[in-house]
């Protein structure tokens, strides 16, 4: 674990000369950062510097001073399309058909009892849940199985081409998943769920933002996710959903607002649902959350979707190979302290790494001390993401090192 | 219509005298306000000034500096139900029973599910929903109704005790109504509902900061609100539920997220519901949002709601009486150019005036000319709300010698 071997120097060079050559590295400089690595942009995103100044607008002339008018003149009423149209270039999908709202659970309890609604026949009884979901979208299906009259079937991710069929009504997959990283096959399981008959709803919070998407190209019917990881929205900004223009005349909410109304200021008391994306808003939208993330979305500007995914599988390699180098036993060996979670090979590999460790929790207040930011899934798992807007590959090598140290003081358990 | 007879004089002296007398005169100062008088409070409540310090702080440093450490060391987590406890006592509500959380949108569905899980008997066929409701509530319950394999009964609310009966699962009724500005008899379609086996939910949308609502006392079982109109927590702020003590361990959500999990952070593939008002949890909140309603709340600081419902009765008392004298050819006469919507009776008046116009869009844009701000509900209603901790009395009667001005500029439709 030294850092003055002839492999660490090497490593330390090679850092520099790859923050050298990334065409990435300029967007750092657009970032709040302090000395510090922080690896938890898959949990929360860190601030773009310029979006205090747009939020101290919002609040201090828009609600202020327009007040009420603001609805109008400042675009709030229209900001959860407009927003979506931002993101939905990200995601790889064209405009009008994604839409800010709400949180993530409850836009997939929308994009699920939509999915069971565009699959109305009765023999399709199951709604799959990929079951390493994120737990709280296990949650929402089963409450939207229970409301539907359906049931869940939990199946693994490497199962599902074969478990899908014409019991299937919908499928429900994390993109990837949020303990190991581990990226899914939305190509092929949208194509899979299709071929069964089944509508493919995607979860895409641990990929927007950090690899394409390509919603469009594969034909994914609904997606949902959240916009504070990759998308430095801020904390709780609200999520999105996708609703492939296809469905949009079928899209039947169970959450039918007055924003999601084709005339809402008609005040009519029968509901006739808007055209487009928009048919997924429900109440008011919260302007304060609502506009910070767009003021965040700035910094996608120009950005190259896949500038972003080539520099992402960069720095896990490079990650997995300092850690290698640095930690005493290395990884993944029969005694080493970590061993990874996230899959090896790039198809099958997210933009974060999870190591096990025994001794997670005690490592990670460590490595917080050191101001290396990650964090535990309970009770082993130690996550590390990698933003590739504000991470370089020296900070990756400084919490590899760290990382080594920390496990050097922290007794095995 | 001159402002120069004898009574204008008298009606200019009583509201300088109506304001130097008011005791909550003061908190005006508390408030972002120009030199017109805005009216609209019961749509989007004015910016208190201390806000925008407290937004920056959380934009800045609790996101910006430390980042997910906020979660825990700025409160993040715990925000829904301590800002609950927060609006509890404004709603006459004993701590523990108020989560803020979502859209009213929102709240309305998990309380009209919740509401009919509380009572499953399937002769219980009815969700009864006041037939002047808000739009969009009504919109919620019909799709609460068609997931629970109930149907919704509308009815008028002056004959909903008679309506009322063994089929009844739950009743729905806004305390205030949004057009007319009418004020429904909460106690006594509470005890109503109750004696014909039926859950009381509550939309308090227009009566929660602007009157006593004493929900425990009342027996309310279940209540939802938003908290941008006369709570001032600014555009699209979260909305609330209460969830009476006693309902809490049955209150079974049709959207359980992980924020309402017992340990949220077990990523328990089962769900297990939190005990208390944090069970109408879901996603993650939005905390931009949320923490800008918290620093609105501090407004509330020593506020007795009697009195703010004293002032508020005194102000649309004084407006009416204003307009009947500045207005040519008054109010509610048989030729008079508006006429009230809002019931005389203190009883069944909330804290607007609604003023029926023909010419109702026209006399708004010019009021709005003028820094007259209150809004239109098609076709033909002109709404001024009066929210007591900002509106004094020479407002008030400005307000009106505006009304009478531009309804002398503008032709009879």
Redesign the interface.
């Known amino acids: 674990m030294s850092d003055d071997t002839m492999t660490a120097r090497d490593l330390r060079h090679r850092a520099a000369a790859l923050d050298a050559a990334d065409p990435l590295a300029p967007l750092r400089e657009l970032f709040?950062l302090?000395e510090g690595v922080?690896l938890?942009g898959n949990?929360?995103g860190?601030?773009p510097a310029h979006?205090?100044a747009r939020?101290?607008d919002v609040?201090?002339r828009?609600?202020?001073?327009l007040?009420?008018?603001?609805?109008e003149e400042s675009g709030?009423w229209t900001a959860p399309e407009r927003i979506g149209d931002r993101i939905a270039p990200l995601l790889g999908a064209a405009p009008g058909q994604v839409v800010v709202a709400?949180?993530?659970?409850?836009n997939v309890?929308k994009a699920l009892?939509a999915a069971v609604r565009l699959r109305p026949d009765e023999d399709r009884t199951d709604i799959v849940v990929d079951?390493t979901?994120?737990?709280?979208d296990?949650?929402?299906a089963?409450?939207a199985a229970r409301?539907?009259g359906r049931r869940i079937v939990?199946v693994e991710p490497a199962r599902l081409p074969s478990a899908l069929g014409p019991a299937t009504a919908a499928v429900l997959v994390n993109h990837v998943d949020f303990?190991s990283g581990r990226l899914h096959d939305l190509p092929g399981l949208t194509a899979a769920a299709h071929a069964a008959g089944a509508v493919a709803v995607w979860d895409l919070c641990h990929s927007a933002g950090a690899l394409p998407v390509g919603l469009d190209a594969h034909g994914v019917d609904l997606a949902v996710g959240?916009t504070?990881k990759y998308l430095n929205g801020?904390?709780?900004?609200?999520?999105f959903l996708y609703v492939a223009e296809r469905h949009q005349g079928a899209f039947d909410?169970?959450?039918?607002?007055?924003?999601s109304?084709a005339d809402p200021?008609?005040?009519?008391?029968g509901?006739a649902p808007a055209e487009g994306a928009l048919r997924g808003r429900?109440?008011?939208?919260?302007?304060?959350?609502?506009l910070?993330l767009e003021a965040s979305l700035d910094v996608w500007n120009g950005v190259c979707m896949d500038s972003v995914r080539a520099k992402s599988l960069a720095l896990t390699d490079f990650f997995l190979e300092c850690l290698e180098e640095y930690v005493d036993g290395g990884v993944n060996h029969p005694d080493s302290r970590v061993s990874s979670l996230t899959p090896g090979p790039h198809a099958a590999r997210g933009s974060q790494i999870a190591l096990r460790c025994a001794e997670a929790p005690a490592v990670m207040e460590r490595l917080?001390e050191r101001g290396v930011?990650g964090?535990v899934?309970?009770p082993d798992v130690l996550r590390f993401g990698f933003a590739p807007l504000y991470t370089g590959f020296a900070d990756t090598r400084a919490a590899a090192v760290a990382i080594a140290e920390v496990l050097a003081e922290v007794p095995r358990a």
């Open positions: 709040v302090d922080y938890d949990s929360l860190a601030l979006v205090p939020v101290a609040v201090a828009q609600w202020g001073e007040r009420i008018r603001s609805w709030w709400d949180s993530t659970s409850v309890f009892v079951a979901t994120f737990p709280a296990g949650y929402v089963q409450s409301l539907t939990r303990r959240c504070y801020g904390p709780g900004s609200p999520a909410s169970p959450l039918p607002g007055w924003n109304h200021f008609a005040m009519d008391p509901y429900v109440g008011t939208p919260d302007i304060l959350s609502l910070a917080i930011v964090d899934r309970r």
